[in-house]
């Protein structure tokens, strides 16, 4: 469990496990995000030196002709290597992208709960009134809103 919220006061062991394991499902959402949009980096740039140089070596040489031009994209291996590059960088892209949508609703669904059921976590007068601490430490060491269920 890390530190921030073992400390916390008014709060029970239950609550801190689930507050910890929001914290773990927001950290695993932020890495495949961060993942995801390196991979679209990565294939956008890795797609813009193929077309700059299949405009090199194809469309400048070639231009006068389709046929010489689909000629000279087919005699040349390289193309081959960077058309399959590309699409397994878009296909890999994309795999990141359901793994992040998939992390991003299990963390909204666990952190929607928190929300639902502060009732419950927090159940005596005084851990209700002070709950907004929790809340707090929460948002500044963690960016997890649990104030309201909106993102």
């Not at 890390?2 to 773990?24: C, F, G, H, S």
């Not at 961060?34 to 294939?43: E, F, L, M, P």
């Not at 040349?76 to 990141?96: E, I, K, R």
């Amino acid at each position: 469990m890390d530190t921030p919220i073992r400390m916390l006061e008014n709060t029970d062991e239950a609550t801190k496990q689930t507050l910890e394991n929001v914290r773990k499902r927001k950290e695993k959402f932020d890495k495949f995000e961060r993942y995801h949009n390196q991979s679209i980096w990565a294939t956008i740039i890795l797609t813009s030196i193929f077309l700059i140089y299949l405009y090199k070596t194809v469309f400048t040489v070639y231009s006068y002709s389709f046929a010489a031009m689909f000629s000279a994209f087919v005699n040349d291996s390289n193309n081959l290597t960077f058309l399959v590059c590309c699409v397994g960088m878009y296909g890999g892209m994309n795999l990141l992208k359901e793994k992040k949508d998939k992390a991003e609703k299990e963390y909204h669904d666990l952190r929607c709960e928190i929300v639902d059921r502060s009732k419950d976590y927090w159940k005596k007068e005084d851990e209700w009134k002070n709950r907004h601490l929790v809340f707090e430490v929460m948002k500044k060491q963690y960016d997890i809103n649990l104030y309201h269920e909106k993102k």
